[in-house]
């Protein structure tokens, strides 16, 4: 079992930054992949990026391909997204989500969820 906080977001300007962290619990944080959804008021949760247990393989939606980018330090039982070049669109309470295997976790049917954290673009 995993427990997973995030951390990072805010309120930020349409073209500026933020890095989003997700700290997890447990010592099997290597075996999990992990995920970023995101769910903006009155929309579904969406996928936003995943990667690997080694980090050797990155996926992403295609909105956000070319400006975030997702890693993870399991020395530190962490994931990160940063996110550049942010759009108002990007407004959304962003997810983190762990699960053994990668079309689970892009699918976003894994058990383990994080909190929320908000990220607010202004234009």
């Known amino acids: 079992q995993v427990q997973l906080v995030e951390s990072g977001g805010g309120l930020v300007q349409a073209g500026g930054s933020l890095r989003l962290s997700c700290a997890a619990s447990?010592?099997?944080?290597?075996?999990?992949?992990m995920g970023w959804f995101r769910q903006a008021p009155g929309k579904e949760r969406e996928f936003v990026a995943g990667?690997?247990?080694?980090?050797?393989?990155?996926y992403y939606a295609d909105s956000v391909e070319g400006r975030f980018t997702i890693s993870r330090d399991n020395a530190k039982n962490t994931v990160y997204l940063q996110m550049n070049s942010l759009k108002s669109e990007d407004t959304a309470v962003y997810y983190c989500?762990?699960?053994?295997?990668?079309?689970?976790?892009?699918?976003?049917?894994?058990?383990?969820w994080g909190q929320g954290t908000q990220v607010t673009v202004s234009s």
């Open positions: 989500h762990a699960d053994p295997h990668v079309d689970t976790v892009v699918r976003g049917t894994g058990d383990y």
């Open positions: 447990g010592r099997t944080f290597s075996s999990y992949v």
């Open positions: 990667i690997s247990w080694s980090g050797g393989s990155t």
